[in-house]
């Protein structure tokens, strides 16, 4: 179930499987060599992520990302990530920092080869280490499942490939804002980082429409 889950997410984060895309329980098990229970236990779990949407006598297909999820999510992790943040500044330990430092690095030789999936794993950890150093498991739980969510995978592909420059020199700078433990200049930082992605999104997902509508001329 677990190898089934990981291989339809990378798929639909990697754009192997798009919005819109109908999910064919007949063609996974053949892939999988497994019955039909496992695979329906992995569309569950996919959509309850967020990432597929089963109709009724239709089937389950890849969920298509709106403007308004993008609108109403990176305003609220923007918010909390950077309270996270500001909170995290008096519990911070030396192995936080130097596990932060090691994610960067990874962050760095990922761009410069160009290898957005290592990135992500070396992105991931950096975020995880800061916010999980705020101490407030409500906090805490409130920021992962936001980024559990379709809606930042999607993004984080596309960020990825395109604003590699970008990313690393913001998330250095966030480093030394945590290391100096200048909280309010942090907080910003952080909720702008975020708040940066609404724009870039909006601009992805208004070219994905305008292919679909040229597909559907």
Not at 103 to 130: Q, V
Not at 147 to 170: C, D, G
Not at 177 to 191: H, S
Request: glycine residues 6%; hydrophobic residues 40%.
């Amino acid at each position: 179930m677990g190898q089934i889950t990981e291989y339809l997410t990378n798929a639909i984060v990697e754009g192997q499987l798009i919005g819109g895309e109908r999910l064919v329980e007949n063609e996974l098990q053949r892939r999988f060599g497994v019955s039909r229970a496992p695979i329906r236990e992995s569309f569950r779990i996919l959509e309850k992520n967020g990432f597929l949407v089963t109709y009724q006598r239709k089937g389950t297909y890849v969920r298509k990302i709106t403007k308004k999820e993008i609108v109403e999510h990176f305003p609220i992790r923007g918010v909390l990530e950077g309270f996270a943040a500001r909170l995290a500044i008096p519990h911070q330990k030396p192995e936080d920092i130097e596990g932060m430092e090691l994610a960067l690095a990874g962050m760095t030789e990922a761009a410069e080869k160009n290898d957005p999936k290592s990135y992500s794993k070396s992105h991931g950890l950096y975020h995880r280490i800061l916010i999980h150093t705020c101490k407030n498991d409500t906090l805490i739980e409130l920021i992962t499942n936001l980024r559990h969510r379709a809606v930042w995978f999607w993004f984080s592909a596309l960020y990825v490939q395109q604003s590699f420059e970008y990313a690393i020199r913001v998330h250095r700078e966030i480093l030394d804002l945590f290391i100096n433990k200048d909280a309010d200049q942090l907080e910003t930082v952080v909720k702008e980082h975020i708040l940066y992605a609404v724009d870039k999104y909006l601009m992805y997902l208004s070219t994905i429409i305008e292919g679909e509508k040229a597909v559907n001329l």
